[in-house]
């Protein structure tokens, strides 16, 4: 009885052992094959086959690597350096962005900019900092910024100075820091907001032309329109050349107040306040979910003067890369917030790393909610499209014959995967590359 007891006690281990073991042998050649499958379409595919691809798969509750291919070569990450800029925020901003610093003496206040982005942007309407400055009944100062950062970033493109994506930066910046221009087929004259450029505004000498349109002076707040009745409805977005003049202004236009510029703080004026404006989540969402450039160069400015009181983004970047960066595979060539920059150069290796920091500061549910959806939100709306809820949380980034994704993938088993997809020096339309990078993703997500 003992003896039979004993074997009947250890027969189910038995046969637990014989099904571990099988199901063990069985993931590795579902792992095998998937990466086959993976593998040759790397090799095959029409899309890939000139241009240079590069992809990790990284597990980061095991800490596996479950695929690679070109991981440790570099590759332009456009858009997916706002993963850096978002990592950086969270690193030094907190809960709130710094609307503005300001000191009071007697009747006077003297304010100056942090960097913040929300004043006045349509897409931020719940600032502090408007009514703030409205209801003060002191005498109103702008300080300009001791340090003035280029309006433009290293190796970006001047030719795209007039496009909504081409923003410049700036120490204060008010409405966006662009004017939107609405045409309407029953209108010879267009909407202008803010309304202080309407006395800014030329028309062309030729007004022939289907497509209404603005073009600013390439040194100047000049627009020159073309629009004629009868032209289909456009709105656009054309960046204003940036100033401390031009934002005294368009304070004395909108609040409206007399504001007057100084060029130096006088040393009486001690013990700067800041005021906070918004939730810095507001800032992140909009940055990651539609890929504003804009709102990317602001917060490394934003950062940087938390650092130093200095509006320098490479401040921000320098300090980043030293303190929090040492520990990644690859040295990243990292100079702007938004990655319109081709002298930025990362590896798909170092992303996973950098996006398992990230995933390490940021609850799950709260970095879900940020990040562009697919099938669901942002740049990846009407791509990666899950069954019943999202598979992908990434960034998008596309610059002319580049495009990546880096993000989350969490697999139909419920695995929360970190990967990189990089793709460079591709001839072939974009739409070509896309559809490959779903095909794989989807069989990550479907087999792991």
Known sequence: MKIQNFLSSRQPLHFSIIACTLLFLTSCASRKNITNEITTRFDTSEAFRQG?????????ASQEVLYEHNSEKYFTPASNTKL?????????LGDSVPGLQYAVQNDSLIFRGTGDPSFLHEEFPYSQVFQFL????????????????DHFGPGWAWGDYNWYYSVERGAFPMYGNYVNFTFTPEDSVPLVYPGYFQEKIEFAKDLKTKRSGATRNLSENIFVLKHNPGNPQREQSVPFKYSSEIIVALLNDTLPKNVQL???I?????DFKTLYSIPADSLYRRMLQVSDNFIAEQILLLSANEISDTLKSSIAIDHIKSEYFQDL???IQWVDGSGLSRYNLFTPRSVVKILEKIQQEVPQPRLFSLMAAGGESGTIKNLYKGEEEPYIYAKTGTLNNNHSLSGFLKTQSGRVLIFSFMNSNYT???????????????????KY
């Open 134 to 149: 409205k209801d003060r009944e002191e005498k109103l100062f702008f300080a300009a910024p001791d340090f003035t950062e």
């Open 262 to 264: 100084i060029e130096e």
């Open 84 to 92: 850096l800029t978002f990592y950086t925020g969270l690193k030094i």
């Open 52 to 60: 240079f691809s590069g992809l990790m798969v990284y597990d980061p």
């Open 266 to 270: 006088p040393s009486s004026f001690k």
């Open 428 to 446: 072939v339309p974009t739409s070509m590359i896309k559809e490959e990078m779903e095909h794989i993703l989807k069989e990550i997500y479907l």
């Open 329 to 331: 595979p690859d040295e």
